[in-house]
């Protein structure tokens, strides 16, 4: 499995709280649904005080709900950050996926492994049903927040948590 490191920054760029690139969130499976106008400080405030104790969803960059987006997965013990970004021209993409390092040792041993390994794998799905290798999830919940709060209003990765990109 080949991916780039991204390693978390010490400056974090200054963002408005004021501005939100999210324009459409999805809780899953069939939860809320919330169009841009929709989104105010009081879902936002919401989704950040949820993922603690559990959450799925989507947050869209895209007012159809369609690409651009953050998935977010928590239950308690274990946060997944995946971003998929889409080139509108050349239809290029590049996926972006939180990275834990203590796991960094069990990527090769993913490929022979079996998705009910919990040594490899977390407890949580990515879209309710792809087991999350634990490389690919975080356990600092602080730090994932404000992973997810920057998002919603840059509408980019947070550069205060590890990365990896695919």
């Known amino acids: ?75 308690g013990e274990w946060l997944y950050l995946g971003c998929y970004f889409e080139d509108d021209e050349t239809g ?16 090769d041993l993913l490929e022979n492994g079996n998705f009910s390994d919990k040594s490899l794998y977390t407890d949580i799905y990515s879209g309710g049903q792809s087991p999350i290798p634990k490389f690919q999830a975080i356990n600092d919940f602080d730090a994932g927040i404000k992973a997810v709060e920057y998002f919603i209003h840059t509408g980019k990765i947070y550069p205060g948590i590890d990365w990896i990109k695919d």
Do not use: H, R
Not at 44 to 70: H, Q, V
Not at 92 to 107: G, H, M, R, T
């Open 1 to 75: 499995m080949k991916f780039e490191i991204i390693p978390k920054q010490d400056n974090i760029p200054p963002f408005d709280k004021d501005t939100l690139a999210v324009k459409y969130i999805e809780y899953y499976p069939f939860g809320d649904i919330y169009k841009e106008d929709e989104i105010t400080e009081f879902i936002i405030s919401k989704i950040l005080n949820e993922i603690p104790t559990g959450f799925g969803g989507y947050l869209y960059l895209n007012p159809d709900g369609e690409a651009d987006w953050m998935e977010v997965v928590s239950d």
């Open 92 to 107: 290029d993409s590049e996926c972006y996926y939180c990275y834990n390092p203590k796991f960094a040792n069990s990527v």
